[in-house]
């Protein structure tokens, strides 16, 4: 038996203790705060078990699937039953027209959305007769994607879906951490243009919209992605758990051991860490076994968000629920004052139908984001009064909701920079053997990519520790 700590007890540390509990390590898993699980988190809400945080995993990447697969839970999962989306554009709800993460693929349906104006529709179109503008190193999305698209494209069709995903502004983020698959798009050899790339991409086609049959993208189980937190933490076999136990310090030991420092109480010494936790925590704790590694871990920016659930009756909505929810670009900040985007959850999951609860309709609002957090400010009354007034302007929404719950996420979503995936390398090399990094600040905001990190790291110091015992 092997002494391993792994430091946070949200989704990436979770999946780090789990793998090295299954290959024989002896695990002690350190978490600040009173529950594991992180930002995946349900409880009761208008009759049923409704997510506060992350509401899905994307199935394009296996590691979520493939580890509910491990956990014998793979019959528990659904799909959305509503999978057409919309975008509130120029003054109404258009259809999001069939697309790759904001690049259209259909320029006719782009067309008869109405979510561009006539001269941005024209613009779009040049894409199909500009040349190739090869990528300069890693750019920022908005800047690839305005040179090919144009502005209001990047305004109103790629930033609310990309920028939505990682609660960010796509004028600042990384087109190769955050969207690889639009990088390769602007790097097809065949394709000079990117909706030309986009359209090989999908198949040769139109692609596929967001209202179209296929296999499913996402995926959760029926009770929720806490679901998935409490059978992780059931299968951790003879893992110690130690909620409450923030970590102070680490500091070396010896030849290769370190010692973690907590508060209020003795270190205790370990072969190795897994740290999962935000990026500046673990720069902070990176101090003393890493300097080098520290400081730009701890540059890492980070945007915070709400998501505002609200139970309203369904003669309260003036329209169909007829798709899983819309997105709001920012540059529609004037008429829509606090909302990013809002799933229509009793649409989107059959399971929060109104028959599966009290009859009323889930609606989950996003608030928040990088550069746009000002309202996050805002006690939670005037939060949700805030959120209701926005409603009444893209969907209609008339009278008081029923019932209300605010789940605030501070310094939840690690923005990248362009040049992110490099600084991460370095990181990473930077870092003694018996240390290894895992969560949402490397690779990925997703779910599937926080489980990936820490089933990695897991591997990379099992291998240290244990490799002489093979």
């Known amino acids: ?12 540390g979770l999946a780090a203790a789990h793998r090295l509990a299954a290959a024989g390590a002896d695990v002690t898993l350190f978490e600040s705060g009173d529950h594991l699980g992180g930002k995946l988190r349900t409880s009761p809400f208008a009759g049923r078990l409704v997510d506060e945080g992350a509401d899905a995993f994307v199935l394009r990447a296996p590691a979520a699937v493939e580890l509910c697969r491990t956990l014998d839970m793979e019959g528990e999962l659904v799909h959305p039953a509503a999978r057409r989306a919309y975008v509130y554009s120029r003054g109404q709800l258009r259809p999001l027209p069939p697309q790759v993460l904001g690049i259209p693929t259909d320029l006719e349906a ?22 190739a503008t090869p990528l300069a190193g890693d750019e920022p999305i908005g800047a690839v994607v305005e040179r090919r698209l144009g502005a209001e494209a990047l305004d109103r069709l790629v930033d609310p879906l990309v920028g939505g995903i990682n609660a960010g502004d796509t004028r600042r983020l990384s087109l190769a951490a955050v969207v690889p698959q639009i990088d390769a798009l602007a790097r097809d050899a065949d394709h000079p243009g990117l909706i030309e790339a986009a359209q090989a991409a999908a198949g040769g086609g139109t692609g596929r919209g967001a209202d179209s049959g296929g296999e499913p993208v996402f995926a959760s189980p029926a009770a929720g992605m806490g679901r998935l937190v409490e ?23 010896g030849e290769a051991g370190l010692t973690v420092h907590l508060a209020g109480a003795a270190g205790l010494d370990a072969d190795a860490v897994v740290l999962a936790v935000p990026a500046s925590a673990a720069g ?7 300097p080098e590694a ?57 399971h929060l139908a109104p028959g599966r609860g009290d009859g009323t309709v889930v609606l989950r609002a996003s608030v928040g984001r990088a550069g746009g957090d000002a309202a996050l400010d805002l006690d939670d009354d005037d939060l949700v009064a805030r959120v209701v007034e926005d ?38 090399a930077a870092l003694p053997p018996t240390v290894a990094l895992a969560g949402a600040a490397l690779l990925g905001v997703g779910v599937p990519a926080c489980i990936r990190s820490g089933t990695e790291a897991a591997d990379r110091v099992w291998a240290v520790v244990a490799g002489p015992r093979r």
């Open 284 to 290: 902070t704790l990176l101090r003393e076994v890493a």
């Open 110 to 131: 782009l067309a008869a959305s109405g979510i561009l104006s006539p001269a941005g529709l024209d613009r779009v179109h040049e894409d199909l007769t500009l040349p």
């Open 1 to 12: 038996m092997t002494g391993i700590v792994v430091v946070g007890g949200g989704i990436a």
């Open 391 to 428: 409603l009444a302007v893209t969907m209609g929404l008339v009278g008081a909701p029923r019932e209300v719950r605010v789940s605030r996420w501070p310094g939840s979503f690690p923005q990248y920079a362009p040049g992110h995936l490099e600084r991460i390398a370095a990181t990473e």
């Open 294 to 350: 520290a400081g730009p871990l701890a540059g890492v920016e980070h945007a915070s968000v709400a998501i505002v659930t609200l139970a309203v009756r369904p003669d309260d909505i003036a329209r169909p629920l007829d798709a899983s929810g819309f997105l709001v670009p920012r540059v529609e900040n004037q008429a829509v004052a606090v909302v990013t985007a809002c799933s229509w959850a009793s649409a989107k999951w059959a």
């Open 231 to 253: 059978a992780l933490a059931a299968d951790l076999g003879p893992t110690t758990v130690r909620l409450g136990t923030p970590v102070e310090a680490l500091t070396p030991r």
